[in-house]
């Protein structure tokens, strides 16, 4: 009968174990050290080899010539654990074996000595499915076992186990497997099984199973039994439902070219080719993630599941766009992502999400544009022919330092320091401070800024938003300081109130001197008093 390359294949000891050194080289020092635990955790994803660490740290313990950290895999012990046959040591399937019935069963088998080995092994898969109850049953038992009992639970979900029953276990949190470990492995397995192939081939293989040994063996027995011994990289592709760098780099190149109709294009080539439009979009999110990863690492690294050459092109496609560009494209894939999970129309979806993509290729920063403005707030006219070229903008024309007596007050045309001022508060819509510096003399010193204004237009000019804006006007931070200009009346900028008449004069003083009323009046410039009238005529 055939077996499965995952199971053919399956290590028997530390030493055919990938990854998990961690795990490993912990284990095989507790073995010879004879500090064999009672208990232990096992949690981590799918396909890492939690139950076959287990397994193999049941052969180390009852080895014939163990406890070992190196089981002879010949003996009458090794092979039986191997195939499941030995009755010592004991796999359970909590998922299906979950209630409290089940555990007092495993409870009562713990008292009794092992059959032939020298311990007695209790493999509890799934664990995290035990009921509360179930767990309670065993609490005792995983506290103080006999001598000859070891128990290893293995999870996938390791916070699902009660801290009562973590608390009395070693704990071995299992990583997954490094993309280039997953490659060479199966490059091995092919060279045993007599399979050509080639690196782009096993490339895709071991992004399948994202970091699961056990996922890409099971992609690898796949591409077997469709491409036979000549394994092609299009065609394993296409057997598992990926997309290829091409595909995807469709979209890239649409962005650059801000081609909208390229994007509606390839929407209708998914949607006529069959494919799944949401895993279409996590593919992208996961290209668009390696993208920026190569933006900022370049190629050759680590941190991206690609071949050499995928990484390279990767490479060559991050230099047409910046690190903000790719941020805006993740984080916008991965919101189409999460809409079109619940969507009832995902083709719609997706159109709409990929031309926002290419919406959001058009944005420039806040401070590239305001650059770009002339000192009018408007675009700035083109250069001379004659004026020499300049890489960067004119330096800010700097004031003489204020004196404490005479200040001397820059004007707007002078020096351009207001308009750009007022440039970035227009582009924030920030009206009631640029209302207030309208209204205000602006005096530039060493470091400082000064704002000479009526006292209504205080409370706008304490503003951190003004504060950021001069930082951006004068290009680095400035202390600012307001003074009240005493000589100028809040009459100057609002609409007169109206006079009184003899009668109501008494009524109308003390009106506005009205703490309330002149707070009032000072939160709201332009505001006026309408009417006064005497509650108690």
Same mark, same amino acid.
């Given at each position: 009968m055939y077996q499965v390359i995952a199971r053919k294949y399956r290590p028997h000891n530390f030493a055919e174990l990938i990854g998990q050194e961690h795990v490993r080289s912990t284990l095989g020092n507790a073995i010879s050290g004879g500090r064999i635990a009672h208990g232990y955790i096992f949690s981590g994803q799918r396909g890492t080899g939690k139950t076959t660490v287990a397994r193999i740290l049941a052969r180390c313990l009852n080895c014939e010539k163990g406890p070992t950290a190196e089981p002879c895999n010949e003996c009458v012990s090794c092979q039986e654990i191997g195939t499941g046959a030995c009755v010592d040591v004991i796999e359970i399937d909590a998922a299906s074996n979950r209630g409290i019935n089940e555990m007092r069963e495993l409870r009562e088998n713990v008292r009794y000595r092992p059959a032939r080995e020298r311990y007695k092994v209790f493999i509890v898969d799934e664990a995290h499915q035990i009921t509360t109850e179930a767990f309670n049953a065993l609490l005792k038992t995983l506290e103080e076992p006999p001598e000859w009992v070891v128990f290893i639970l293995c999870t996938t979900e390791s916070h699902k186990i009660p801290t009562t029953i973590a608390s009395r276990c070693q704990q071995f949190s299992f990583r997954s497997v490094e993309f280039s470990q997953v490659v060479g492995r199966m490059q091995w397995i092919c060279d045993q099984e007599g399979i050509t192939t080639d690196e782009d081939t096993l490339a895709v293989l071991a992004q399948a199973g994202e970091g699961s040994v056990r996922d890409s063996l099971s992609a690898l027995d796949q591409a077997i039994a469709c491409c036979g011994t000549q394994l092609n990289a299009a065609e394993v592709r296409q057997l598992l439902g990926l997309y290829s760098l091409d595909m995807l780099g469709d979209v890239t190149r649409a962005l650059e070219a801000a081609d909208s109709r390229a994007m509606l294009e390839l929407v209708g080539e998914l949607e006529r080719n069959g494919h799944n439009l949401q895993h279409f979009c996590r593919e992208l999110a996961r290209y668009f993630r390696n993208l920026l990863v190569a933006k900022i690492s370049g190629?050759?690294?680590? =941190?991206?599941?690609?071949?050499?050459?995928?990484?390279?092109?990767?490479?060559?496609?991050?230099?047409?766009?910046?690190?903000?560009?790719?941020?805006?494209?993740?984080?916008?894939?991965?919101? =189409?992502? %999460?809409?079109?999970?619940?969507?009832?129309?995902? %083709?719609?979806?997706?159109?709409?999400?990929? =031309? %926002?993509?290419?919406?959001?290729?058009?944005?420039?920063?806040?401070?590239?544009?305001?650059?770009?403005?002339?000192?009018?707030g408007s675009p700035a006219p083109p250069r001379a022919p004659q004026a020499p070229p300049r890489s960067s903008p004119p330096p800010m024309q700097s004031a003489p330092p204020v004196q404490p007596a005479q200040a001397v007050r820059q004007s707007v045309a002078a020096g351009g320091f207001k308009e750009r001022l007022l440039a970035d508060l227009e582009a924030s819509a920030l009206t009631f401070i640029i209302d207030a510096v309208e209204h205000a003399v602006i005096e530039e010193g060493p470091g400082e800024v000064r704002f000479t204004a009526p006292r209504e237009f205080k409370l706008a000019l304490k503003s951190n938003d003004l504060k950021n804006a001069v930082a951006r006007a004068a290009g680095k931070a400035l202390k600012i300081t307001i003074i009240e200009d005493e000589s100028a009346s809040a009459s100057a900028t609002e609409k007169p109130v109206a006079a009184p008449t003899p009668a109501e004069d008494e009524t109308s003083e003390r009106a506005l001197s009205n703490p309330e009323v002149q707070r009032f009046r000072e939160l709201f410039p332009g505001s006026q008093v309408g009417t006064i009238r005497n509650l108690k005529q």
């Open positions: 190629g050759g690294n680590r =941190l991206i599941a690609a071949s050499e050459a995928e990484q390279n092109r990767m490479v060559e496609v991050a230099g047409k766009f910046s690190e903000d560009d790719f941020t805006r494209f993740l984080q916008l894939t991965l919101d =189409l992502y %999460r809409d079109l999970q619940y969507s009832l129309q995902p %083709r719609l979806h997706l159109e709409i999400g990929l =031309l %926002r993509l290419i919406h959001a290729s058009r944005v420039i920063e806040v401070e590239k544009a305001l650059a770009s403005l002339g000192p009018s």
